[in-house]
């Protein structure tokens, strides 16, 4: 068991909704997992982030009491710069229980690497992330990397579950004040909610207020309406499969990737949805009809262990 420890790997994926942990041994192999709340600090703040991430470490590490200094990598949705990086590991390492499991080696990456790890290891890819918030990132055989969007819901998000929700609560308002044509959306929203008038959408909504996360738990009342043949929801998904497929044609064509070979790899709550999948894969494959669009087969916070490990 000591040398066990002395070989152990953490990887951390925190978003939106949830904060996943994973441990793994020197073969790559994952020993334990550990879950907890939303990590994001773009919503949560560094604070309730890092408790959050300690939480989920913790839990990996119950079988590890006395592990200490294990070389990390911490995929966070939110830190989209190398400056918020480098803060946030600051932050992680001033931690008073963080600061006492995670190695100084550890790194701090945008969700998207460790996603576009979870996928792939090819030269030449893509991946775009689309859960609470949407992101896309990209590496091609020189080493140069490219993103797009996931600079957080005022000043992108587009195609994200948190998009999607807006749309949602947009459409049931109009439509609830005569702007527009009534919407199945309506009646699912308000059966959801529990409510009987936009007057009771309107008081919960602005009681808190709501915030990205709550939005973004609306989303999939857009996927049951549309395939109930609501029209304003169907084009609610249409504006968010274009929105992604969008964000991947702007990093391929940055990344000099158009007429060559590459993976795209699909990942988040929102792919859940079948039309989105077929819309997104649909509209990618016009402008490059010979890409490899694939959803990972291990979790992003394993893509995360990994990353650490062949980081150390």
Known sequence: MANLRKNIFL?????????????????????????ASGSNPAIFGIGKSLDN????????????????????????AGVNTEKE?????????????????????SIVVNDTQ????????DNNAIVVIAGTGSNCFGINDKG??????????????????????????????????????DTILKNLLFDYLKINSIDGLT????????NKTDIAKVAPLAEEAAKRGDRQA????????FELALMIKAVAEKLDLKNKKYTIVTTGSVFNIAEMKRLVREKVLEFNPGVEIIQPKISSAYGAALLAKEQN
């Open 144 to 181: 140069k990397t490219e993103k797009s969007g996931g600079r957080d819901f005022i000043l992108s998000d587009e195609g994200s579950a948190y998009a999607i929700g807006l749309f949602t609560l947009k459409a049931v308002t109009k439509a609830s004040d005569g702007r527009t044509k």
């Open 203 to 210: 008081e919960i909504v602005n009681k808190r207020p709501w």
């Open 234 to 241: 169907s084009e609610i998904i249409k504006t968010a499969a």
């Open 114 to 121: 460790a996603a576009l790890r979870a996928g792939t290891n």
């Open 53 to 76: 991430i300690y939480l989920s470490a913790q839990i990996a590490l119950k079988n590890f009491p006395d592990a200490v200094n294990i070389p990390a990598c911490l995929a966070i």
């Open 85 to 105: 990086a480098k803060i946030f590991l600051d932050a992680v390492l001033s931690h008073p229980t963080l600061s006492k499991i995670i190695s100084k080696n």
């Open 11 to 35: 990887g951390v994926d925190g978003g939106g909704t949830k904060t996943q942990a994973v441990l793994v041994d020197s073969q790559g192999k994952v020993i334990a997992k550990g879950q």
